[in-house]
């Protein structure tokens, strides 16, 4: 609260002539700042609530004037009255700066892209990662700000989110991400309406809105498969692949004994290694599917890590060589070098068609070894845990195929318990 200052008179404002700002009394904060000009101007000078740091570590509140208008337009009393009105705002938690400012906003119109990123803002904790928030973000900013960008909330209509999702044919080339961009322009517009920045229907909503003059997505997809290896090339794969050197070639290597993603592998860190327990655990939030998930680690895999080098300065099990994560094209490199018409990812395609050709294990258990989403309800409640014992015996047949494709020469692993 600001020190009570003298209260001047009607006539001692009339004479302040020295620029600068100049306490009136009568409201706390209450000041008649005179330019240079010799023009002045009624401000209220008062504290937010909020709490700063200075660059020398000591702790301080924000102060912000509110501008309250012109002298002698604005006479003393009611200045005083404007001014007793806002030191009212105060006490209630409103910071009259902010409040104008947001409906300054509302009156001239929030535009699209200054509205995505107050949601955004809003939304952050919800996201599983970083990664997401941004990608969320990135996609807005490629295919809806061209169109929408620019436009304020309000004026949006259905002809405009048409635009957006149309323009170059997103909608039928890209049907996934429209799809998903479709969804994220509603999510906006619903917070903008909610905020009151705009009223009246969602032009983005799908159901009994777009669905009457789009095609449905999930009847112009796609799908594109990953290039893969053939089952009986696999082995010779990972014969000529323990000849290469490198932290690529390494990781490349345990993705194909562990059937995990890519990205997966590169992020892989020590304290996820349990050595003793054979396993590999994958926190939720670095997994597709947003849950944690537990890879069984044969004796190839387990090998594999125990001869790989650690960086003292690095979490990482494939460490770049300055101790960040290696980059995916090092894995895509390998495989290149090798002249291998195949991508990292369809090597997960290779082991799931050995399991379905070569092997006798149920879909469920493949699924989970893939920590792919059961989409079924009632499949996902019949199914008992994360199935760990069956998958460490699907791993460790995989890597014995991989050593030695020759089926005689496989020496059956024992029999585990069903209900296992």
Do not use: C
């Not at 090998?303 to 460490?319: C, E, G, M, Q």
Request: charged content about 25%; glycine content about 8%; hydrophobic content about 40%.
């Amino acid at each position: 609260m600001p020190k009570a200052a003298r209260e001047l008179s009607a006539k001692h404002i009339q004479h302040l002539t020295k620029p600068g700002h100049h306490p009136v009394g009568g409201v706390p904060g209450l000041l008649l700042h005179v330019a240079s000009t010799g023009r002045k101007y009624w401000v209220l000078r008062y504290a937010t609530g909020e709490k700063r740091v200075s660059a020398s570590g000591k702790p301080f509140a924000v102060r912000r004037d509110y501008g309250i208008g012109p002298y002698p337009e604005i006479a003393l009393a009611q200045a005083r009255e404007k001014a007793r009105g806002l030191r009212d705002q105060i006490r209630e938690g409103i910071d009259p700066v902010q409040a104008r400012r947001e409906r300054r906003g509302r009156e001239a119109g929030l535009l699209f892209r200054d509205a995505a990123e107050k949601f955004l803002a809003t939304k952050t904790t919800e996201f599983r990662n970083a990664k997401h928030a941004a990608q969320w973000g990135a996609s807005l900013a490629t295919y809806a700000y061209p169109v929408l960008g620019d436009l304020p909330v309000q004026r949006i209509e259905l002809a405009h989110v048409i635009e957006a999702l149309t323009r170059d044919d997103f909608w039928t080339t890209k049907p996934e991400t429209a799809s998903r961009v479709r969804g994220r322009i509603e999510s906006v517009l619903a917070w903008a309406t909610v905020s009151g920045f705009r009223t009246g229907d969602n032009p983005a909503r799908w159901k009994g809105h777009l669905d009457a003059v789009l095609p449905k997505p999930n009847k112009l997809k796609r799908v594109q498969h990953f290039k893969a290896l053939p089952i009986d090339a696999a082995p010779g794969f990972l014969a000529d692949l323990r000849q290469r050197e490198g932290t690529g070639a390494r990781a490349l290597e345990f993705a194909l004994l562990t059937a995990a993603r890519s990205g997966e592998v590169r992020g892989a860190t020590w304290d996820e290694i349990d050595i003793e327990a054979r396993t590999w655990t994958i926190p939720g939030d670095r997994m597709k599917a947003g849950r944690e998930h537990i890879v069984p680690l044969s004796d190839d895999a387990i090998a594999l890590l125990k001869a790989l080098p650690r960086l003292i300065d690095s979490p990482y099990v494939f460490a770049s060589a300055r101790g960040g994560m290696v980059s995916d094209m090092s894995l895509s490199a390998v495989m290149k070098r090798m002249n291998v018409d195949a991508v990292p990812h369809g090597l997960r395609s290779t082991f799931r068609d050995w399991i379905s050709e070569r092997t006798g294990y149920p879909h469920e258990v493949a699924e989970a070894a893939l920590a792919h989403t059961i989409p079924n309800a009632v499949e996902r409640a019949y199914r008992r845990g994360d199935l760990l014992a069956k998958r460490a015996r699907l791993m460790a047949e995989w890597a014995r195929f991989l050593n030695n494709p020759a089926k005689d020469d496989v020496v059956p692993l024992p029999a585990i318990d069903a209900a296992q």
